[in-house]
């Protein structure tokens, strides 16, 4: 069964630019969730689909979107990129969103995104 | 709101010495608990968890027990080995669809 794929894997940017990461979830899965990794602020959650729904959001400004497709596939789409957003963002499927509260959550290898 | 406080990195450690990652939370209620690993390169796996209070979570030798008089879930390991060079995350989740992270403590295991 194949896991969690994220596309690109890597990719540099320049400041003021905008940028689309893709998520395909583990077949069956419906919920999707992105978080960022930083050095500095560690993990923290942006934002997780459920059925094409977000059910939840993080503490992130409105240059951060997502959105979930109706294969549960999703992306997140970032704007008017800073320097701080300069990150790794994982992406992570679950069967039915309850997989939170079981830890049942399957994280792909991240996107790696170099802001410039 | 929910935090959690693990122990600073990094961690270098003697093959099969003992381990121990100290983990701390801060929620109300009754949150599961977690202990994410992540290898060079790759992304989070579960390693282990515990939903209720005095459960043990398991695996691969790791274990956590969750201690709610004393809010803590600190990861343990007998005897380490060099695979177990990573990156471990504590975290705790609760109701919502998401988890709060601790900041990571960062293993290294030399021979």
């Excluded at chain 1, 789409?77 to 069967?95: H, K, Q, R």
Aim: charged share 15%.
């Amino acid at each position: 069964k194949a896991g969690v794929t994220q596309t690109p894997r890597y990719l540099i940017k320049t400041r003021g630019q905008q940028v689309t990461l893709s998520c395909s979830p583990i077949s069956g899965h419906r919920s999707v969730s992105w978080y960022q990794q930083t050095p500095g602020q560690g993990l923290q959650f942006l934002f997780e689909y459920f059925s094409e729904t977000q059910r939840n959001k993080g503490n992130f400004p409105g240059r951060f979107s997502g959105r979930q497709f109706s294969n549960s596939r999703s992306e997140m789409n970032v704007s008017t990129l800073e320097l701080g957003d300069s990150a790794l963002y994982l992406c992570a499927s679950s069967l039915q969103g309850q997989g939170v509260n079981t830890g049942e959550l399957f994280f792909g290898e991240g996107s790696r995104l170099t802001v410039l | 709101g929910d935090s959690v406080t693990q122990m600073e990195g990094p961690v270098t450690l003697s093959e099969e010495a003992f381990l121990t990652i100290n983990c701390t939370y801060t929620a109300t209620g009754y949150p599961s608990l977690f202990w994410y690993v992540q290898y060079p390169g790759e992304g989070l796996q579960l390693l282990l968890k515990a939903t209720k209070a005095d459960d043990k979570g398991s695996n691969k030798g790791f274990e956590a027990t969750y201690r709610k008089e004393t809010t803590s879930f600190h990861l343990e390991k007998g005897s380490v080995q060099v695979s177990d060079s990573a990156v471990y995350f504590c975290a705790t989740a609760k109701g919502a669809q998401k988890l709060v992270f601790g900041q990571g403590t960062r293993l290294t295991i030399n021979p």
